[in-house]
């Protein structure tokens, strides 16, 4: 089986697992316990939440752990909007379900909120609104990468302009961590969210990065852990683990670029070749992303059939592949539902070889031609 | 709570434990503090006929903190005269004793204990 | 094995946290390094392998509280799980009213969440329970208004180990069309919880107090009758809606073994427990001025939390450094305030300073025991031939009578 679905989920690094083992294994306490065993669980978190920090240029006091970015997500969207009760909240069109869905809960109840449209390769057009609309949006959330295009958003630019109308800014970058260099404090963000799992560290732990002059609402609440922000008992060894993978995604992010940006373009020179569209083929994009349909073909029948020869790729984000809907993303782009519905991801990680992308496209080709011969047939 | 190892070594081995006779009129008892409050402090102070402490005794319930300054003064205390003993300061206790900002009280405890026993004896003298 | 020998400092916290067990460890490990896949990836393999080996950690779950794996949804740990049930559940019943029942002495998760629903405009009960730690059924039955939509009442207490009557708790709301939840954080692997019988709806779940990891655990929510709550979390649509965000694969399966074992092992286990816990308590209890904090029939064996009298609680913490334990809960040790829940059981300040929680568990040897009742002896002893108090005391002096010179 070739994995080829890195943006879903990455395997832990075995350097990672090393440095989790112990805690997977050797008796450790509740990090919050006044003993031994409690203050060396203790000094472990702290020292992942430096590694956190400093993978970001970030201070580790700004570092908050979570679950999943999911959980970063909400609890930046629902914290805010708890904390000021008249925020406008404006996110891009393209943003993960978890970012979208619960500023329209909260738009349910009430709460102003704008969407923020992109153009057709992808990218997000805040100049698009009128003054007058940006000058009513308090808080904006954009992500940094999208997950299914791979295009890499001008958060720099978007910053500027959120800044000239006094919009506070959140940055989802579970998909920038490790593909591109990140600056928290650079950037100017109130807040961040990176998760573990993108960047081969355990599942089931990631963070928000924040930037302590906005107020929180805490999500959950009950001991008063990570600084009153994110009450429960850490998870010790997948936060060890997570300091760890930060480490790491910090110090290779260029030879990681390098490596797949090479295999990125004999990947999509081959799709174009069979007469692909790659989706923001003209935006900046991250190395490791290709996202594509072939005329005729609908997704899921053909990542179907990809998975039976030994293929694993996605149709658009994990969480929405249980349904047949087209992506939300590419609709923002202005993409026909029918393209959108044969559209493939191929997501490549630190292990993807040359060999794998020719053995794929061999596959591709195959299924492909199998495909249409089938629809001919049904015709 | 990180505690220093003078604190520790005070703790471990406390100096000058035990009381002294309350009634004798030539020692003069400190006591302070409250149980609710999670500090009680006992401190005697023994004077020779030319003035000078000679012995000093102390019981504390309390932290490791607590502990360690009344033990402390203890060994201040033997040899000054009760004027000199009422110069001690509660700064000079935390500096000897490294206390962390959230145990000062200790040390400002065990400076009223020594006025406290100081006044108990002058009391007698009058 | 002689203390020598012995690995410092012997673990008596188990209520805090468990180690994992080696044989759930050797589970999860796989799901780590081979078995990644994210299980909402449905488009293959490694999404699927993930997806099976979540649901049949869903079967466990359910089976070692006799639930259908439909009713457990998976959260980061119980903290969650009770933010989740009692907001969720507030919110989604608000239409029946705006009044909360709990209990003063429930986890800080749990009054935590009931406060913020004070802040979102409810109104909450705190039913403060009996000198044992035990809830009073007619005092329950008397803070019912007819528009309390939730009760939230703990299996097991975390700092004393009683066990409240969670049977009746429940017939009541049940009466009075009122949802239930109960958190059974360090209930599993101790008592035997049948939720085809017991009447309660919604029930928390952590692994880490049951051997498995940290960072994972479940809410029950019932079916039959069904109970609906309001998610918290957004986004992919995991957890049928109740609950979004990537699951930890590895984490699930750690807490699908970890509850196995429980239910395997549960009966021989509490066996032995109640047999150190009984060699404990007549050991500690030698001690004069000791008391023992919470009923001592209706409780787990794993947990004896004790007041020494005369003695302050930092000191005896510091001098008891050869044993892991929490002076109250663990995630209030890092104040110095006295326990609430020694507080609300009447407790004075000063014997709840002095409260230490030993609780034991799968690994903890009979000699690891012993060795502790030597230690506290000896070390009650040094700290109250120190104190003033126990003078005062062995003087007769009462010390209720005394003036103190309040600092």
Redesign the interface.
């Known amino acids: 089986m070739i994995y080829l679905d890195h943006n879903a989920t990455t395997a832990v690094h075995p350097e990672v697992l090393k440095t989790m083992m112990p805690f997977l294994e050797a008796q450790y306490g509740n990090p919050t316990a006044n003993h031994r065993f409690g203050r060396k669980a203790r000094t472990a978190i702290e020292e992942a939440r430096e590694q956190v920090a400093l993978s970001v240029n970030a201070h580790p006091s700004q570092v908050i752990f979570t679950a999943s970015g999911s959980e970063a997500n909400n609890m930046i969207v629902h914290g805010v909007a708890n904390s000021y009760p008249d925020t406008h909240f404006a996110c891009s069109a393209i943003e993960h379900p978890c970012v979208s869905k619960p500023v329209e809960s909260l738009k349910a109840k009430g709460m102003a909120m704008t969407k923020i449209p992109v153009n057709n390769q992808g990218e997000i057009q805040i100049s698009d609104l009128s003054k007058a609309e940006l000058n009513k949006i308090s808080f904006l959330s954009c992500m940094a990468v999208n997950n299914e295009t791979g295009v890499i958003q001008d958060l720099p630019k978007i910053v500027d302009v959120a800044n000239e109308h006094n919009i506070q800014v959140h940055s989802d970058a579970v998909q920038a961590l490790g593909k591109t260099r990140l600056d928290f404090d650079a950037l100017g963000l109130a807040a961040m969210t990176i998760s573990s799992h993108k960047i081969y560290g355990p599942q089931g732990v990631a963070a928000l990065i924040v930037n302590r002059k906005i107020d929180l609402q805490p999500l959950i609440l009950g001991g008063g852990q990570e600084s009153g922000l994110r009450s429960g008992t850490e998870n010790l060894a997948a936060i060890v683990g997570f300091g760890k993978a930060c480490e790491r995604a910090r110090e290779n992010v260029v030879l990681f670029n390098e490596s797949l940006s090479q295999l990125q373009a004999y990947l999509e020179g081959e799709l174009r070749k069979i007469g692909a569209t790659i989706f923001g083929e003209k935006a900046n994009r991250v190395a490791n992303t290709t996202f594509f349909s072939i005329k005729g073909i609908d997704g899921v029948t053909l990542l179907t059939a990809l998975d039976r020869v030994g293929f694993a790729v996605a149709s658009g984000s994990a969480c929405s592949s249980n349904n047949n809907e087209p992506s939300h993303v590419l609709l923002a782009m202005n993409v026909d539902e029918e393209t959108a519905l044969s559209a493939l991801r191929v997501s490549l990680g630190l292990t993807t070889s040359l060999d794998d992308i020719k053995n794929f496209i061999g596959a591709l080709k195959k299924e492909v031609e199998r495909l249409k011969q089938l629809t001919a047939m049904a015709a | 709570?990180a505690?220093s190892n003078k604190v520790l070594d005070h703790?471990e081995n406390?100096r000058n434990?035990g009381?002294l006779d309350k009634e004798d009129p030539n020692v003069g008892t400190g006591?302070?503090?409250?149980?609710?409050?999670?500090?009680?402090?006992?401190l005697q102070i023994k004077v020779s006929d030319a003035g000078l402490i000679e012995d000093a005794k102390f019981?504390?319930?309390?932290?490791?903190s607590?502990?360690a300054s009344s033990s402390l003064v203890t060994e201040w205390l033997k040899g000054k005269t009760i004027d000199e003993a009422a110069e001690i300061k509660n700064s000079a206790i935390a500096e000897e004793l490294e206390l962390p900002p959230?145990k000062i009280?200790c040390s400002v405890?065990a400076e009223?204990a020594i006025k406290?026993a100081v006044a108990d004896l002058k009391s007698k003298k009058k | 094995m002689n203390n020598e020998q012995r690995k410092m400092p012997i673990y008596l916290d188990y209520s805090s946290t468990t180690p994992v067990d080696p044989r759930v460890a050797e589970k999860m490990i796989p799901f780590i390094t081979e078995d990644f896949g994210n299980p909402a990836s449905r488009s293959h393999a490694y999404g699927w392998n993930a997806e099976k080996a979540v649901e049949n950690a869903r079967k466990e779950v359910a089976l070692l509280v006799n639930a259908d794996p439909r009713e457990i949804v998976w959260t980061s740990g119980a903290t969650e799980s009770n933010n989740l049930a009692i907001k969720g559940g507030s919110q989604f019943y608000s239409t029946k009213g705006k009044h909360i029942i709990t209990c003063s002495t429930e986890h800080k998760a749990v009054i935590d969440a009931v406060r913020e629903m004070e802040r979102l405009g409810y109104e909450a009960t705190y039913l403060t329970p009996e000198p044992n730690g035990l809830i009073d059924l007619d005092k329950f039955k008397a803070a019912i208004r007819p528009d309390t939509v939730l009760t939230t009442v703990m299996m097991v207490n975390n700092e004393i180990g009683v066990v409240q009557d969670i049977e009746s708790i429940g017939n009541i709301c049940r009466e009075n069309n009122i949802i239930f939840h109960v958190d059974a954080a360090q209930a599993t692997g101790k008592v035997n919880i049948d939720l085809e019988k017991l009447p309660v709806d919604l029930m928390s779940f952590s692994a880490h107090k049951t051997y498995g990891p940290k960072g994972i655990g479940a809410l029950f929510v019932r079916r039959k009758p069904r109970i609906r709550i309001e998610a918290q979390m957004h986004g992919g649509g995991h957890e049928r809606g109740m609950r979004s965000g990537t699951l930890a694969t590895h984490q699930i399966v750690g807490m699908g073994e970890a509850f196995r074992l429980a239910r395997e092992e549960m009966d021989k286990e509490n066996e032995r427990v109640c047999q150190l816990h009984q060699r404990l308590l007549k050991g500690l209890t030698e001690i004069e001025e000791t008391y023992v904090n919470g009923d001592l029939d209706a409780r787990v064996p794993h947990n004896l939390n004790v007041s020494f009298n005369f003695v302050e609680g930092e000191s005896l913490i510091m001098a008891i450094k050869d044993i892991a334990v929490s002076s109250g809960s663990a995630c209030t040790s890092a104040s110095l305030e006295p326990s609430y829940v020694l507080r609300a059981l009447g407790r004075s300040d000063e014997l709840a300073h002095s409260s230490i929680r030993f609780s034991i568990g799968r690994f903890t040897q009979e000699s690891d025991v012993d060795f502790t009742i030597e230690l506290v002896k000896q070390k009650i002893g040094k700290l109250r031939e120190l104190s003033p108090l126990w003078e005062m005391f062995k003087d007769g002096v009462d010390l209720e009578k005394v003036e103190w010179a309040e600092h």
């Open positions: 709570m505690y703790y406390p434990v009381s006591m302070v503090g409250a149980p609710a409050c999670g500090d009680v402090m006992k019981k504390t319930y309390g932290c490791g607590a502990i959230v009280h405890l009223d406290a």
